[in-house]
């Protein structure tokens, strides 16, 4: 339902492009078909034009247009200079490892490189929930310090408010509810929620160090005493390592069955780096989030 609507908000939006590195997968060019189908975008698809086209059929559309760039390499340099030329709006990446295309990001001459930090943040659609919860980051930054962590919560704050979110609750999540020198991750926390009152992290409301019950459920909150407007209302799950993510992530998928949609924020563009195991309607759902924050990306 609520990733459903994402949808039709980048159709509001206005049609922009996508650039897909190395389109030859089955599962991203079934995405790209039921993009077509919404009239989401028009995709510029980089690769082996013969593989393409016997995977997604010869097509006549005007909405896909076909770049034979054989070289996996070269078609991830080829889709990130559309992006970063302005032929292109969002840059996606289809059979090729992420090492490739984040290396073409990266590229002092061409890439789209802004001086932020590159941080991935997940919508989950999770039964039972009024809303959307944003988690942050479980792809792209191993062991985030509180400067990184600043960053994150930025980038994750400027997509919450693409997608209609307008004061976002961000709750840093730790083990435990209170300040523990042993415990680095609640230093950190209670210094986020500082530089938030203090106006050094802005457009919404930080508050920690806050455990996933007490962060999601305010009978939790209730139970344990907490209170404050992040306290079973958190909007932004933010993460104290990527291995923290990575479980929170996968156990939403495989034991809530929760849909998802993804994208690393941060760069002159919104970046796909769904993984190949991901569904087509999770790449639909990314395609939807990345085109609903383009104009969030130019403004912010």
């Known amino acids: 339902m609520f990733l459903e609507s994402l949808i039709g908000k980048a159709v509001e939006n206005g049609k922009k492009t996508v650039a897909v590195a190395a389109a030859g997968d089955h599962e991203v060019l079934e995405a790209v078909s039921l993009a077509v189908k919404r009239n989401l975008a028009n995709f510029l698809l980089y690769g082996d034009r013969e593989q393409i086209e016997s995977m997604y059929g010869s097509s006549s559309d ?8 054989p070289d996996p390499q070269k078609a991830a340099e080829n889709a990130v200079k559309a992006v970063s030329s302005g032929r292109a ?3 996606m990446k289809g059979n090729v490892q992420t090492s490739v295309i984040l290396k073409a990001v990266l ?3 061409f890439g789209l490189r802004t001086g932020k930090i590159l941080s991935h943040t997940a919508a989950f659609e999770i039964e039972g929930y009024d809303r959307l919860i944003l988690v942050t980051d479980a792809a792209m930054n191993i062991a985030p ?19 209609g979110v307008d004061n976002p609750k961000v709750a840093p999540l730790c083990a435990v509810e209170t300040v523990n ?12 929620s500082a530089m938030n009152r203090r106006g050094q992290i ?6 920690g160090p806050l455990a996933l019950d007490n962060a999601v459920s305010a009978l939790a909150a209730e139970h344990k005493g907490i209170c404050g407007a992040v306290a079973g209302k958190a909007d932004i799950l933010l993460v104290p390592s990527i291995e923290t993510g990575n479980v929170l992530y996968k156990s ?3 034991f809530a069955k929760a849909k998802v949609g993804a994208v690393i924020c941060g760069a002159k563009a919104p970046i796909i780096l769904t993984s ?3 569904s087509s309607e999770s790449k639909l759902y990314s395609l939807a989030l990345a085109l609903c924050s383009v104009n969030a990306q130019i403004e912010d």
Do not use: F, W
């Open 89 to 91: 709006d969002v840059l």
């Open 276 to 278: 190949r195991s991901d």
């Open 62 to 69: 005007r909405s896909i247009s076909i770049i034979h760039s």
């Open 181 to 192: 020198p042993a415990m680095h991750a609640t230093l950190d926390a209670a210094s986020l």
């Open 202 to 207: 802005v457009g919404c409301i930080v508050d």
């Open 107 to 109: 590229n002092k001459e």
């Open 252 to 254: 939403l998928v495989y």
């Open 145 to 163: 310090d509180l400067e990184q962590k600043a960053g994150i919560i930025r980038n994750a704050v400027a997509l919450a408010k693409s997608i």
